[in-house]
């Protein structure tokens, strides 16, 4: 079974992603900042296969984890999420890191776990 | 708008209005000093020229009266005395009975004069004055039928004295009501005694009404002979320029200095300084009449520039003006650029906030969109655990929209401002209350 890592500050958005990844049967793992989301990965045993992370954090944002997440342990399977894609510096940012991102709100059936199982199963590499 | 970057636009405004004013000031400055300058410059050339013009007369004065009393001294015991000396001293009266000189006569070796004697009460004709013309000339000088003095042994004396003498220039003396002074050719027979003098007599006033009156108005003037003497003073100023010039002894090395000139062929000695009389700076032209005269105008510093300081004041109001000009130019200037950016600000607020009620929205919207697919896909079938979802996210959501519609209304009614950063009220986006759109979504 596959375990995915959700950074989301907002309890009801993470506990609605988790409701659903739990529903399509993911394990999941929590955090509600970068720096804590960082700290939950690396504890992790087994890491997690898929760290889904919201762009605007308290304190650093999901930029920040993504690239922590390669430095220190080359981990590469990250996907943004963000309300902010209509901002011109979040999408440049994106396509910086060219990482498959799902924009807010999020259209869980009919996108996200659809995605989430092509992903993993080493398809889809791209929103 | 911030108040430091409103007060940094003000600043920068003084500024610029400050330094575009340093040229105005300082051409202001270089106009007034050289204003100055050249009014001092054209007004001590008119005073100059008008002064030349005084000692002219003046030297014209004393070498008539030589030329005349020459004359008469040599034609003496040749006739008849009365009517020589009539026709002299007729050249000296004006057409209307006033005279330059108060009488000629002659004076005999022991300082009398004789019968002779002539004074100033004829007309130009050398017929009496009428009645009502004397009448009038006697209010302003009673003497006018009788001006001579006691005795005139000074006279015989200074010629006595020395056998080559043949002119005499007395220094300012006393008589009543006035002062006079006496000019005098000798008569000598052939071993060079003295048989008698011919003197005409002229007062220090007559010398000022008649030579210099017409053109000393405003002007502080006076005249003083060779023994430092005054003779008459004009306007409050002239005793105390005098008085200097006196005691520092220029007076007396004018004079010598016109004694030295006058034997070149001209009138006398010619100069001018810079008096400071009593805190009152001013400008003496002086001249000497050989080394019998000396008279002097002093014009204080502030007449001398009084035409430029006219000039020098509009200039100034017109300076002022365009300093204001320039200074409310500017304001206006600064006024709408601050307007213009204050609209800028707003605008650039109102896209931030705009952008932070669309991410809220869209954060609310994946729970409520979440929750509801949760259960209208069947994932959800737990009567409780749907109870919980509605109960719990979406209901958290659904109070976050109400609190944003109601922080929008409030905005629109003014009772809320937005932030620089595009927040409502004066927090960051991540500091406002959860239950007023989450922390940091």
Redesign the interface.
Known sequence: MSRILVVE?????R???V??LQ?GGYQTLEASAAAAGLAVFAEADPKPDVVLV?I???GENGFWLCDQLSQRHGFERVIFIT??F??EETRLQLAARDKPYFE??????EIVLPFLRDYLAGGEDAS | MKRWRRLRLWRHFAGVTIVLAIPVVAVYFFLAAHMQASEEARFASAVNNQVDMWQERLDDLVRDARVDTRDDAMLLGGGDELALLRRSLVRYIFPDGRSRVEGIAVVNPDGRLRPSRQAAVIDDQGRPLAPARLTMIKRQRPWVDNPWLSDYNFVIEALARDPGRRFFFSRLRDAPGRKVLVLASARRDRQGRLQAAVILQVAARQIFDNLFKAGSRGQDTWLMDRSGRLGFTRGKLARASAERFRGSGRARRALAAGAWVAGQGHPGAAGQRWQDLDGTRGLLVFRTQGDNLLVGVFTTEQAMVQKGGILLRAFGGVSLLAILLLAAGGAIYTFLALRREGRMVELATLRRYAGTVSHRVRNELVTLYGQVELVSSGLITDPEKIAGAFGGPVQDSLDNIMTMVQELEAISRGEMQLGYEGQAGDDTMFKVGRNQGGEGR
Request: glycine letters at 4%; proline letters at 8%.
């Open positions: 500050d907002e309890s009801g958005v506990r609605t992603i409701d659903w529903a919201d605007k954090l308290p309300a902010f209509w901002e807010k709100p999020l259209k869980f059936q």
